[in-house]
């Protein structure tokens, strides 16, 4: 997160940018000290957090406007770098003490950025923010999301308020394009951009949620970009479930099971989470996605049909006759009921929709829903019922 600030203290006008971060990614904010040659970086243990801040008048009227003038901001912090660099051009002009109306000038300025600005006008028109690939990429470590919803389904999104809404045009026209540069086949759909908005908080979303289109258009873009923060090993592991997804392993219990794991690791923070060493566990996920990603694929993404037609076809050859018999086990006992004729009836069992599924996520995955239970499609010790 950054922003441009403006001072007035008895007289003074002072300037200060700010970039500020998790503590994970502090190494981002050392990088861009020693690139720039200029302004500190300090730790707030208490925060989990670390900034990177210029405050000498030299620093900013040389090196950050021109920063930013060079590399053009898009949302509506650009607005407020601009009543920034005009604060800073009447402060440089004027080589003694500022007048009364100068600081008035000033003092206006400031009362209308960041949290208190009402105007979000821009002088640009739709067609004229292009968003770079470079920038997008700087977006999405700071303003973005690899998730997996529900342990089950992968989506790429970014979010920003309402107010940066011709930026967010510009994001969606972005995207969109990937599809046209990337086309693999006309049996693959073009990418398709969600747009959402909460209205409590006017932040609108974008979502990428298609399995295909993360897969065929995004993947490319993203594999030959470079990230810096803590959200590249988020992207590494959203990828190696991107790729479970695709080829099909996560139809295998062993994939299925290396996914969830991912679910539960992926956008988790070193130095505040819970989860044991971090570390350990995604050097884990890694290893045992090499073991399983060496196995020939179930879903043979050379065929030219859209990964909803693979899952059809795989489900229509590995289709038994006999029922989705399911053994649920609670604290090491089967729960009363078991052992369950289908998945819906085993889902009713536990409170959960007959259309739920919760089965086909964990079912074989030794893996435990709600912390407490376990889904077999055959007892535990391996002999029937």
Not at 35 to 62: M, P, Q, T, Y
Not at 323 to 335: E, F, K, S, W
Request: proline share 3%; glycine share 4%; hydrophobic share 35%.
């Amino acid at each position: 997160m950054g922003n441009f600030l403006i001072t007035l203290d008895r007289g003074f006008v002072k300037f200060r940018f700010k970039i500020s971060l998790h503590l994970d990614d502090i190494e981002v904010l050392n990088t861009i000290k020693s690139k720039l040659k200029i302004g500190r970086v300090s730790i707030e243990k208490s925060r989990n957090r670390c900034s990177f801040i210029v405050e000498n008048f030299a620093d900013i009227k040389n090196v950050i406007c021109p920063l930013f003038r060079a590399f053009p901001l898009h949302t509506s912090k650009k607005l407020d770098f601009e009543d920034f660099c005009r604060a800073v051009l009447i402060k440089d002009h004027i080589k003694k003490n500022l007048s009364e109306a100068e600081m008035e000038t000033i003092r206006s300025i400031k009362n209308a950025m960041n949290s208190k600005r009402d105007k979000f006008t821009y002088q640009l028109s739709n067609s004229q923010i292009i968003i770079h690939p470079n920038w997008f990429i700087g977006f999405l470590e700071g303003e973005g999301t690899f998730g997996i919803k529900t342990g089950s389904a992968l989506y790429l999104q970014v979010a920003q308020k309402n107010t940066s809404q011709e930026s967010l045009n510009a994001i969606v026209t972005f995207l969109t394009s990937l599809s046209s540069s990337n086309l693999q086949n006309n049996k693959i759909l073009p990418l398709n951009v969600v747009s959402t908005v909460n209205k409590k908080t006017n932040v609108v979303s974008l979502v990428v949620s298609s399995v295909d289109s993360l897969y065929y258009y995004v993947l490319p873009y993203l594999d030959s970009s470079n990230m810096y923060t803590r959200k590249a090993i988020d992207f590494k592991l959203w990828r190696v479930a991107l790729l479970l997804k695709i080829h099909g392993y996560y139809f295998l219990p062993e994939g299925k099971k290396l996914f969830l794991d991912i679910s539960d690791i992926i956008n988790k923070r070193y130095s505040t989470s819970s989860t044991g060493c971090l570390d350990d566990i995604i050097a884990g996920i890694f290893e045992r996605s090499k073991t399983i990603l060496a196995l020939d694929p179930p879903f043979d993404v050379k065929s030219n049909r859209s990964h909803t037609d693979n899952v059809r076809a795989f489900s229509i050859a590995n289709r038994s006759e006999k029922p989705n018999t399911v053994y649920i086990y609670a604290d090491g006992n089967l729960v009363k009921g078991s052992p369950f004729a289908s998945y819906s009836s085993a889902h009713q069992s536990l409170g959960l929709k007959p259309s739920s599924n919760t089965c086909n996520r964990y079912i074989d995955t030794n893996r435990l829903y709600k912390n407490k239970y376990l889904f077999f499609s055959k007892p535990k010790d391996g002999t029937g019922p």
